[in-house]
């Protein structure tokens, strides 16, 4: 009875899907990210906040709005949307009935010594004649085949879609982290510069003291290397402005060009907190995480339309029409024709073919759970992957600003002691070349700041907004 009833509602376009039901696999989330501060966790995350809030520099704002609306892997993506559209759009269509017009023109002639035998003398060979109408064909969908062909091709659908916004979010993290690349470049130009100009005073002083036999050629020689230093050092820094320039011009879909600065990298401003919110709205919240379960949905759905290969597959064939051998009686009622055919197919022997479909469907959706577990913990991993970056780097910078300021007070100090005749220009060197590599490696950190908590955005799922 229970059969009889699947199949009635089946005609009336319903029909029992056969396969699994998807449901969303249990994957069990930490009660905190690893490397978050907070003793308890609350549900407000950093990625609540709108991108153009964070840092406040309208140059970096305008760069990714630019690289929003030209990028090329954002362009792909969004055509990869459509095509999975138009792929969902072919799937369902199967669905419903197809139907077809035609008109046809016959001229035909019949061989008087071919296979047609006693044709009476006289008889004429040639006919000519006219046909037209409307021709049906319909699959019924008892078993759900192509119901979960639909549903396989809309999660594809969505998964593309998923896929666009986690193109958008990674091309948000590498406009940004590039832009601090080049304004922790312009700060090393910059700091390179005053050194040179430092170094190069401080040579000329040397060689004066020299030829007043105050001080010796070793003397000058060592003013040389903190001059040559710093030459060195503005090449190299020139270098990687250039170079961050060219790969933020492709990143906006231009060619190699000069790039606009906002704030300098001392004016940039970190948000006051960066909360990482609750675990598990990360799943919600990852674009990875969403196309991989889409992708899992979809492998689900496929289990089901080849297990319904086994049952058999009822299609509905017609034609109404008409046959007149003059055009003008093509429309009379003398010229109807039409047929009606259903047909049953039933699979008996295959070799094997259904069962194998349905266990490679089966290992497709095993695949695709390994993908969306290791989506997961890859997301938790790199939230406290971020949040430790982020904390240590935070650390290491305030630690690099004291180390910092002491230098350069040793700077002064040495110079003191070097006029007062109490320490050779050695001292004053070393102090200037200690000093000139630590405002670097501040620089460097807090370039490494700005970016920790970019890779923090992204991790937990922010995008524009």
Same mark, same amino acid.
Request: with cysteine; glycine share 6%.
């Given at each position: 009875?229970?059969?009889?009833?699947?199949?009635?509602?089946?005609?009336? %376009? /319903?029909?029992?899907?056969?396969?699994?039901?998807?449901?969303?696999?249990?994957?069990?989330?930490?009660?905190?990210?690893? $490397?978050?501060?907070?003793?308890?966790?609350?549900?407000?995350?950093?990625?609540?906040?709108?991108?153009?809030?964070?840092?406040?520099?309208?140059?970096?704002?305008?760069?990714?709005?630019?690289?929003?609306?030209?990028?090329?892997?954002? &362009?792909?993506?969004?055509?990869? !949307?459509?095509?999975?559209?138009?792929?969902?759009?072919?799937?369902?269509?199967?669905?419903?009935?197809?139907?077809?017009?035609?008109?046809? /023109?016959?001229?035909? +002639?019949?061989?008087?010594?071919?296979?047609?035998?006693?044709?009476?003398?006289?008889?004429?060979?040639?006919?000519?004649?006219?046909? $037209?109408?409307?021709?049906?064909?319909?699959?019924?969908?008892?078993? $759900?085949?192509?119901?979960?062909?639909?549903?396989?091709?809309? @999660?594809?659908?969505?998964?593309?879609?998923?896929? &666009?916004?986690?193109?958008?979010?990674?091309?948000?993290?590498?406009?940004?982290?590039?832009?601090?690349?080049?304004?922790?470049?312009?700060?090393?130009?910059?700091? @390179?510069?005053?050194?040179?100009?430092?170094?190069?005073? $401080?040579?000329?002083?040397?060689?004066?003291?020299?030829?007043?036999?105050?001080?010796?050629?070793?003397?000058?020689?060592?003013?040389?290397?903190?001059?040559?230093? /710093?030459?060195?050092?503005?090449?190299? /820094?020139?270098?990687?402005?250039?170079?961050?320039?060219?790969?933020?011009?492709?990143?906006?879909?231009?060619?190699?060009?000069? !790039?606009?600065?906002?704030?300098?990298?001392?004016?940039?401003?970190?948000?006051?907190?960066?909360?990482?919110?609750?675990?598990?709205?990360?799943?919600?919240?990852?674009?990875?995480?969403?196309?991989?379960?889409?992708?899992?949905?979809?492998?689900?759905?496929?289990?089901?339309?080849?297990?319904?290969?086994?049952?058999?597959? !009822?299609?509905?064939? %017609?034609?109404?029409?008409?046959?007149?051998?003059?055009?003008?009686?093509?429309?009379? +009622?003398?010229?109807?024709?039409?047929?009606?055919?259903?047909?049953?197919?039933?699979?008996?022997?295959?070799?094997?073919?259904?069962?194998?479909?349905?266990?490679?469907?089966?290992?497709?959706?095993?695949?695709?759970?390994?993908?969306?577990?290791?989506?997961?913990?890859? *997301?938790?991993?790199?939230?406290?992957?971020?949040?430790? *970056?982020?904390?240590?780097?935070?650390?290491?910078?305030?630690?690099?600003?004291?180390?910092?300021? @002491?230098? +350069?007070?040793?700077?002064?100090?040495? !110079?003191?002691?070097?006029?007062?005749?109490?320490?050779?220009?050695?001292?004053?060197?070393?102090?200037? +070349?200690?000093?000139?590599?630590?405002?670097?490696?501040? *620089?460097?950190?807090?370039?490494?700041?700005?970016?920790?908590?970019?890779?923090?955005?992204?991790?937990?799922?922010?995008?524009?907004?």
């Amino acid at each position: 009875m229970k059969k009889i009833s699947c199949l009635a509602v089946a005609l009336l %376009g /319903a029909g029992c899907a056969v396969g699994p039901n998807y449901q969303r696999p249990s994957v069990p989330a930490p009660p905190q990210f690893r $490397g978050d501060s907070a003793t308890q966790p609350e549900a407000a995350s950093l990625a609540d906040t709108k991108w153009f809030d964070l840092f406040q520099d309208e140059k970096l704002t305008g760069l990714v709005n630019t690289a929003l609306a030209q990028n090329y892997d954002l &362009r792909v993506a969004s055509a990869r !949307i459509l095509e999975a559209r138009a792929q969902l759009g072919i799937t369902r269509s199967q669905q419903f009935p197809s139907l077809n017009g035609s008109v046809q /023109a016959n001229v035909v +002639r019949t061989s008087s010594v071919g296979a047609t035998t006693f044709i009476p003398a006289g008889t004429d060979l040639d006919v000519t004649y006219f046909q $037209g109408g409307f021709s049906l064909a319909w699959e019924l969908d008892i078993w $759900g085949r192509l119901r979960r062909l639909t549903e396989a091709a809309r @999660a594809q659908y969505l998964a593309t879609e998923e896929a &666009r916004r986690g193109v958008m979010t990674t091309l948000i993290a590498d406009v940004s982290s590039e832009y601090f690349n080049l304004r922790e470049g312009d700060r090393e130009l910059a700091i @390179a510069n005053e050194t040179r100009q430092v170094a190069t005073d $401080g040579l000329r002083l040397t060689t004066l003291r020299k030829d007043g036999g105050t001080a010796t050629l070793l003397d000058v020689r060592q003013a040389e290397q903190l001059l040559y230093t /710093a030459t060195a050092q503005i090449a190299a /820094a020139r270098k990687q402005i250039e170079q961050s320039e060219n790969l933020l011009s492709l990143l906006l879909a231009n060619n190699p060009q000069a !790039i606009e600065r906002g704030k300098l990298l001392t004016e940039l401003t970190l948000p006051p907190a960066v909360p990482a919110g609750l675990p598990s709205s990360l799943l919600e919240r990852r674009p990875d995480i969403r196309q991989a379960e889409q992708l899992l949905i979809s492998a689900n759905a496929n289990i089901g339309a080849a297990k319904a290969e086994y049952f058999p597959r !009822i299609d509905l064939t %017609g034609l109404l029409g008409a046959q007149s051998r003059a055009l003008t009686g093509l429309f009379s +009622r003398d010229a109807e024709d039409w047929n009606f055919s259903p047909a049953i197919s039933i699979p008996i022997f295959n070799a094997g073919r259904i069962r194998n479909g349905v266990r490679l469907t089966e290992a497709q959706k095993q695949e695709a759970l390994a993908v969306y577990e290791k989506s997961v913990r890859t *997301a938790f991993r790199e939230v406290s992957d971020a949040l430790v *970056a982020y904390r240590r780097t935070v650390e290491q910078r305030a630690a690099q600003e004291l180390l910092v300021n @002491a230098l +350069r007070d040793s700077v002064r100090l040495s !110079i003191l002691r070097y006029r007062g005749g109490l320490d050779s220009y050695l001292q004053v060197l070393d102090s200037q +070349r200690n000093l000139f590599q630590g405002d670097l490696d501040l *620089a460097r950190l807090k370039r490494d700041e700005l970016i920790s908590v970019v890779s923090l955005y992204r991790a937990l799922g922010g995008g524009w907004q």
